[in-house]
Nanobody
Framework: QVQLVESGGETVQTGGSLRLSCAAS????????MAWFRQVLGKERDFVAA????????YYADSVKGRFTMSRDNAKNTVYLQMNSLKADDTAVYYC???????????????????WGQGTQVTVSS
């Protein structure tokens, strides 16, 4: 069983930057597919970014391409989400997720992930 703990969420002004972290235990992050999702109260959980296991590539939602970067530090067993040029629409609870599979066609589907963190709040204020 993989345990995931997110951190780094806070309130930031429009145009600012934040880096979220997701520390994993129970499995090496290099051997699992990791992803970030976000959710606004009352709405569905939306895909943000994913990094596939074993160097399989990184994928982004259209809404964050060019602004967000997901990365992995195998030595720290942690994945990151660097968020730049933040907008009010980026306000949400951000969740880290993992799955032992790495099927390309499902990386953006929340149902494909079996382990989730508790979430971290990101608020972008104007």
């Amino acid at each position: 069983q993989v345990q995931l703990v997110e951190s780094g969420g806070e309130t930031v002004q429009t145009g600012g930057s934040l880096r979220l972290s997701c520390a994993a235990s129970g499995r090496s992050v290099s051997t699992i597919t990791m992803a970030w999702f976000r959710q606004v109260l009352g709405k569905e959980r939306d895909f943000v970014a994913a990094i596939r296991r074993h160097g399989g590539g990184t994928y982004y939602a259209d809404s964050v391409k060019g602004r967000f970067t997901m990365s992995r530090d195998n030595a720290k067993n942690t994945v990151y989400l660097q968020m730049n040029s933040l907008k009010a629409d980026d306000t949400a609870v951000y969740y880290c997720a993992s799955t032992s599979t790495g099927i390309l066609s499902t990386v953006s589907q929340a149902s494909a992930y079996s382990n989730w963190g508790q979430g971290t709040q990101v608020t972008v204020s104007s």
